[in-house]
């Protein structure tokens, strides 16, 4: 009987592994959860800019370009960790329709996330839009890249 007993009871060793274990794998949950709240926007216009490749192209005008800071709540009160540079665009597929890009910077960087955003208000892009819902589009970075430098987005594509 003790010995059945003294086989169920794990030793100090064995419980802290699995102490380690579930620890670990909760710090990594916490994580990720914090990864995605704080990054889930610029997933989602990752992912869409993936799935956008394909999509028709039509050409938009940035109307608004916006910067907007990012705070967080500390003990010490609010303080700023960045800025979120928004930008909105306008294109017709045949209506009007709207749709925005965002890019971020950090704390110390307001002043170029207003002149990155100043540098695209009023300027014509290239947006990629779903054809089965032409209401949703995606302005992928490599196409914004190319309004900025004036070259193709691909280096063996023609002017």
Not at 2 to 16: C, D, H, L, V
Not at 50 to 60: D, F, K, M, N
């Amino acid at each position: 009987m003790i010995q059945a007993i003294a086989s169920m009871i794990r030793t100090g060793a064995e419980f802290q592994l699995i102490f380690n274990w579930f620890l670990a794998l909760f710090v990594c949950a916490a994580g990720a959860v914090a990864l995605v709240s704080r990054c889930g926007r610029f997933f989602v216009q990752w992912w869409n800019g993936i799935l956008g490749r394909a999509w028709l192209t039509v050409s938009a005008t940035v109307d608004v370009a916006s910067v907007a800071p990012e705070m967080m709540q500390t003990k010490a009160g609010e303080i700023t960790v960045g800025y979120l540079a928004t930008l909105t665009y306008f294109y017709r597929n045949p209506e009007l329709q709207m749709g925005g890009y965002c890019h971020s910077f950090g704390a110390g960087d307001e002043a170029g996330a207003q002149a990155w955003a100043a540098s695209y208000k009023g300027r014509s892009v290239v947006v990629h839009v779903d054809p089965r819902d032409p209401s949703r589009s995606v302005l992928r970075k490599e196409d914004l890249q190319q309004v900025a430098t004036g070259l193709p987005s691909h280096p063996f594509a023609d002017p």
